[in-house]
């Protein structure tokens, strides 16, 4: 059973332009959760989706970014007219229910974005 | 503010001995604690967790310490190895919340 899969592992973009993160989440799961990690600093949660709804997007800026988890294919997460700022580690999750207590979330291997 | 951080940023420990990363937590309503480790390039990996109705829970070689009257969180790895050498995050999740809060990591390098 293959892990929670990112692609691309890297990213370069210019600014201004878009980036476009996916996600495809280990077999089974529904559940799928964004977060982005700054240079030396801990994960912070963006966005949690099941398949078709967005669930709670509370931490993820309301200009620019949107995300998607659709019926079929992986998660997206876009960022549209990247800046300088947005220039990150992106981690995916996933899990077979909704996390906590006995059901863990398992990482992928990221996606590092850079914006020059 | 941060609800999850930790005390130390590095910690040199040398091969053999035993490892304690400390964090601390201000959310009381956090029922839910785990430990990652995160190795250069790569996501971060479970380690172990512990529920707010356990004080101490042990796996193969850790083991997870909390005290809830200081909202203090602890890991315990026994007999480091060179292999243990990543960066170690807590993450708290509070009541139903399934939003994971993680602390800034602590660094573990593994001296031969």
């Known amino acids: 059973n293959a892990g929670v899969m990112q692609n691309p592992r890297h990213l370069v973009r210019r600014r201004g332009q878009e980036a476009r993160l996916r996600c495809s989440p280990m077999k089974g799961h529904s559940h799928v959760y964004w977060y982005r990690q700054l240079p030396e600093e801990g994960l912070k949660f963006m966005v949690y989706l099941q398949k078709e709804n967005i669930i709670d997007e509370s931490g993820m800026p309301k200009e620019r970014f949107s995300a998607e988890f659709p019926k079929e294919g992986p998660s997206i997460l876009r960022i549209q007219q990247v800046v300088r700022g947005d220039s990150a580690a992106y981690f995916c999750?996933?899990?077979?229910?909704?996390?906590?207590?006995?059901?863990?979330?398992?990482f992928g291997q990221g996606t590092r974005l850079t914006v020059v | 503010g941060e609800s999850v951080g930790l005390h130390l940023p590095t910690l040199s420990v040398q091969e053999g001995d035993n490892s304690i990363i400390n964090c601390a937590y201000s959310?009381?309503?956090?029922?839910?604690f785990i430990w990652y480790k995160q190795e250069s390039g790569k996501g971060p990996q479970f380690i172990i967790d512990?529920?707010?109705?356990?004080d101490k829970r042990q796996g193969q070689r850790v083991t997870v310490l909390l005290n809830k009257t200081v909202k203090h969180l602890s890991l315990q790895i026994a007999a480091t190895q060179p292999g243990d050498s990543a960066v170690y995050f807590c993450?708290?999740?509070?009541?139903?919340?399934?939003?994971?809060?993680f602390g800034a990591g602590t660094t573990v390098t593994v001296r031969a």
């Open positions: 993450a708290e999740e509070g009541g139903n919340d399934y939003k994971l809060s």
């Open positions: 512990i529920r707010s109705n356990m």
């Open positions: 999750a996933s899990s077979l229910f909704v996390t906590g207590g006995n059901t863990e979330a398992f």
């Open positions: 959310n009381s309503a956090s029922d839910y």
